[in-house]
């Protein structure tokens, strides 16, 4: 009895509120499909094997899709370099955003008498990537072409938007109005990966919803009726603030045992002899397992396409999770077994998103900058167009992280949890300085006379401001001295000028050297890079605040704010496979990101934009 109560509980998660209706469901729209052909580099590899292979796996393929698809083979992608020096699954792993395309990458090459292939995609619709990279060998070099389109036929996975809600929900799958059945990749029992699609500054980014699974119970004229089954009440597919909707891509789930990994949230070690209660959806007698001193509890019994894990403590379900079955892949979670600490971990997470999301703002802010100076260089009206499309969104998003801090701070007054909300409240301040500074461009550009706006003079201040607001002080003082040769007459520059040249001015080797580190050594660092100079880094902001330089430091805030993300990144994928080593690097991680997090404070305080 105690069984059906809690797999009950879960199953009333599924009643959803409505979800939004503002992403099109693209049923008349063919999907995208980009191969991308990495054939190594060896003398087995002729120029025409080159060739050939790329025209017969798009033949194939096309054959093979219909309409459904259109279909590109390239040998070309910015994303092969890094898979050449990381690998294929950490450069996939990588990828960010989302696309009009799903990208599959196959690479080939040839050892011990066998043409050996790798495929991984990246769905651009979703922004999630194929679960793991498929590896196989073939002997005969006639069938290397036929094999690749297989696999990647084989491993396609159809997209569908969430466009109806209650007991169950409704997911209308792309292309299902052009004629092309989808029956050989969408059956009932099929289970799809969730992913929340919003906009942020103006740009559509895919999260997938973590334990977030959809099963489908039935497909009718292209339609999927499923079951929504997830692990926080806080992923509901309801409407909030950002969100534009949500999509879901179909996994590779097969029928086998169930295998999941339980760490502690807090160590992330092992959990040892903890009770785990598996099912099927549909009910029926559970196995009941004892997790071993690995954290690993594996059913004897084959499971079809998804089970429910119930987490127990005594007689008490602490977590329930939907876990998708797929070959080859073990489920770790990260639990809190502790009494009630288990409804603290959506808020956590959503705590965790907020910061990623401020910080990749911050991030981005430079790139912002960087294509204003650009467009400067073409035109004026270029550049405040750009800005005028710009500035709404980045207080759009400033409004919604504002909300989101208001609703993580009643939440925690509520469950009596103590969040870090000063961290995020201070990156909060510094995208209003740029959303004004931004603002502040369009009002100056506005304002000029018609007749002045073919002037260089007004494209050379506008860049070296832009530029003083990115820290790049030796490019605006440049810019500034350029003005004034033209134009001396312009005392507010002169004045401006001035007062920038005093700041910028080095006061011994000791300071040229720590302003030497910060420009040309800090932003060039990998996450390792940025371990090992940490006190590096550190001295350099001491000699600053020595010499009352106030200028250096900037720089150093918005390079951290790009190695925040990357330390962010690199800690997320770490989560996904659990090995000794990767815990060990979690944990250095998070040490790298708390020192990184007081070195960004105390510039913050030296500069004054933080507020204590």
């Known amino acids: 009895m105690k069984t059906h109560v809690a797999f009950g509980t879960l199953c009333l998660l599924a009643f959803v509120a409505a979800a939004r209706a503002d992403l099109d469901p693209e049923t008349k729209k063919p999907y995208q499909l980009q191969v991308v052909l990495q054939v190594a580099a060896n003398r087995v590899f002729t120029p025409l094997f080159h060739e050939q292979i790329q025209r017969d796996v798009q033949n194939q393929l096309r054959l093979s899709f219909g309409d459904l698809a259109r279909i590109e083979v390239t040998r070309e992608h910015p994303l092969l370099s890094e898979i050449e020096s990381r690998g294929l699954d950490a450069a996939v792993d990588s990828l960010e955003g989302l696309a009009d395309q799903v990208t599959h990458f196959v690479l080939v090459d040839y050892a011990a008498g066998a043409y050996q292939i790798q495929t991984r995609f990246h769905d651009g619709a979703t922004g999630q990537t194929g679960p793991f990279a498929q590896r196989i060998k073939v002997n005969d070099r006639t069938a290397v072409a036929s094999t690749v389109a297989g696999l990647i036929e084989s491993s396609f996975s159809p997209v569908g938007t969430v466009t109806g809600s209650g007991k169950t929900v409704t997911l209308k799958l792309k292309g299902s109005e052009l004629g092309v059945p989808l029956d050989r990749w969408v059956k009932a029992g099929n289970v799809f990966a969730v992913s929340r699609i919003s906009k942020e500054s103006g740009t559509q980014r895919g999260e997938r919803l973590e334990w977030a699974l959809l099963e489908v119970l039935d497909v009718a004229d292209g339609s999927c009726r499923c079951r929504y089954w997830h692990r926080y009440q806080e992923d509901a597919l309801t409407e909030s603030a950002g969100t534009l909707g949500y999509r879901a891509l179909r996994l590779p789930t097969s029928s086998g045992p169930i295998k999941v990994q339980l760490l502690d949230d807090t160590t992330l070690q092992p959990l040892d002899g903890v009770r785990v209660r598996v099912q099927t959806p549909a009910g029926g007698k559970p196995a009941e397992l004892l997790t071993n001193r690995d954290g690993l509890a594996i059913t004897r019994e084959a499971f079809p396409h998804l089970a429910l894990v119930q987490v127990l403590s005594g007689d008490m379900v602490r977590v329930v999770l939907p876990v998708e079955r797929i070959e080859g892949r073990t489920a770790v979670a990260r639990v809190k077994l502790q009494t009630d600490r288990e409804s603290l971990a959506p808020l956590e997470a959503r705590h965790g998103a907020w910061l990623r999301r401020i910080y990749e703002n911050v991030r981005m802010s ?22 005028q499309e710009r500035w709404p969104p980045l207080e759009d998003e400033i409004k919604y992280l504002d909300r989101e801090q208001e609703q993580l701070a009643r939440l925690a007054k509520e469950k009596k ?9 201070q990156r909060i301040d510094e995208l209003r300085q740029q959303a004004k500074a931004l603002q502040a461009f369009i009002q100056r550009i506005e304002s000029i006379p018609e007749n002045e706006k073919s002037s260089g003079l007004h494209k050379l201040l506008e860049r070296a401001l832009l530029l003083e607001g990115e820290a790049e002080f030796d490019q605006a003082i440049r810019l500034y001295e350029q003005v004034l040769q033209a134009s001396p007459e312009q005392s507010k520059v002169k004045t401006r000028l001035d007062k920038l040249k005093l700041g910028w001015e080095t006061k011994g080797d000791q300071h040229k050297a720590a302003r030497v580190f910060i420009y040309q050594t800090w932003p060039t660092l990998d996450v390792a890079g940025v371990h090992s100079q940490l006190d590096e880094a550190k001295k350099a902001l001491v000699v600053c605040q020595a010499n009352g330089d106030k200028l250096t430091p900037l720089k150093l ?12 990144k690199q800690m997320e994928t770490l989560k996904r496979k659990d090995s000794e080593d990767n815990r060990n690097r979690a944990k250095t991680l ?22 204590d």
């Open 557 to 568: 805030l918005r390079v951290n704010a790009v190695h925040t993300v990357n330390l962010t």
């Open 417 to 425: 949890l103590t969040l870090n909300l000063r961290e995020g409240e």
């Open 366 to 387: 430079s790139e912002r900058s960087a294509e204003l100076s650009a467009q400067l260089n073409q035109s004026l009206e270029k550049a405040l167009k750009s800005a």
């Open 590 to 611: 998070l040490e790298i990101s708390q020192s990184l997090l007081r070195l960004h404070n105390d510039a913050a305080t030296w500069v004054g934009m933080r507020k």
